[in-house]
């Protein structure tokens, strides 16, 4: 079975500044997805960014970026010039790209808080 | 539209009470999924539909009933709950079979059983 390992239960970050968010998992599948999921105090849960496990390059979208290193099995998120509303909790997921598979593994999240 | 619509966004019930949760999105997809949520925890899977049939049930207490009428609607019926089912409850949704594979998340709606 897959597991997904969000071994910091929180972190701060001044505005501005750079943080990462760090995510491992374990698996024995060579297809798959993986996700960051936000969701604010509150609010709505977002997808922030996904990565297909046969792509080499790293997704991006504009100040979020990840680290995908398939041979270690780590998917770690990079907010750039971070904002008051990237203040949220982070969920790292992971999804199976067996056909007729519809779980998602999330990890157990990071609460994010962004310092003034 | 990227939307899943979630209603009541609140409700508070007895655990003699009888009530639903109604979930509805346009997108198309033909998956839908019903989740728990404790405070500060990550969402716990309870059910999916894949083509308005129920593909995954996690040994969830019978208490809970969902339906799922059509593809575009999902309900999660509520009976005889108990206070620790007190907790967010979130649908979601998401296109199988097309490569992409994200959720999209409705709101959810805050449960309190007293």
């Known amino acids: 079975a897959q597991t997904v390992t969000q071994s910091q239960p929180e972190m701060s970050v001044q505005e501005a500044e750079t943080v990462t968010l760090s995510c491992t998992y374990d698996?024995?599948?060579?297809?798959?997805?993986l996700f960051w999921y936000k969701q604010p105090p509150s609010r709505q849960m977002i997808l922030v960014i996904r990565?297909?496990?046969?792509?080499?390059q790293n997704a991006t979208e504009n100040r979020f970026s990840v680290n995908f290193q398939k041979a270690a099995k780590s998917f770690s998120l990079k907010i750039s010039d971070s904002q008051l509303g990237d203040a949220a909790m982070y969920f790292c997921a992971y999804r199976s790209a067996v056909p007729g598979t519809y779980k998602y593994i999330f990890g157990t999240g990071t609460r994010l808080k962004v310092l003034a | 539209d990227t939307e899943v619509t979630q209603t009541p966004k609140h409700l508070v019930m007895g655990m003699t009470n009888k009530k639903s949760l109604k979930c509805e999105q346009h997108m198309g997809h033909r998956a839908m999924y019903w989740y728990k949520q404790k405070a500060k925890k990550p969402p716990e899977l309870m059910f999916v539909y894949s083509y308005e049939k129920l593909s995954i049930n996690e040994s969830v207490p019978s208490r809970f009933s969902p339906e799922c009428p059509n593809s575009s609607l999902l309900n999660l019926h509520l009976h005889a709950l108990q206070p620790e089912d007190s907790a967010l409850y979130l649908c979601?949704?998401?296109?199988?079979?097309?490569?992409?594979?994200?959720?999209?998340f409705g709101p959810g709606t805050r449960l309190t059983v007293t």
């Open positions: 698996t024995s599948e060579s297809d798959y997805y």
């Open positions: 979601a949704s998401s296109r199988p079979g097309t490569g992409r594979y994200e959720q999209y």
């Open positions: 990565q297909e496990a046969y792509k080499q």
